[in-house]
């Protein structure tokens, strides 16, 4: 199934937008952190992308 779906994007792109999850998962490797994206950070990200030089169908992977 993951690759049906990662053959139909050229890019693929994780997306943090918080790092305020407070689980305290034992597995987890990401650090609390209180640092969050802005909107205007979220809504430039295309602009990012494409500045790097990232074109076509991009798929956003969004986590928490």
């Known amino acids: 199934m ?3 779906v990662s053959n139909k994007f050229k890019t693929m792109a994780d997306v943090r937008p918080t790092e305020k999850c407070n689980l305290r998962c034992k597995h987890c490797f990401v650090p609390p952190n209180p640092s969050f994206m802005s909107d205007e950070q979220i809504l430039d ?11 076509g169908t991009v798929l956003l992977q969004w986590q928490r």
């Not at 990200?45 to 074109?55: E, I, K, N, R």
């Open 2 to 4: 993951i690759d049906k």
């Open 45 to 55: 990200m295309p602009m990012q992308l494409s500045a790097t030089g990232v074109s």
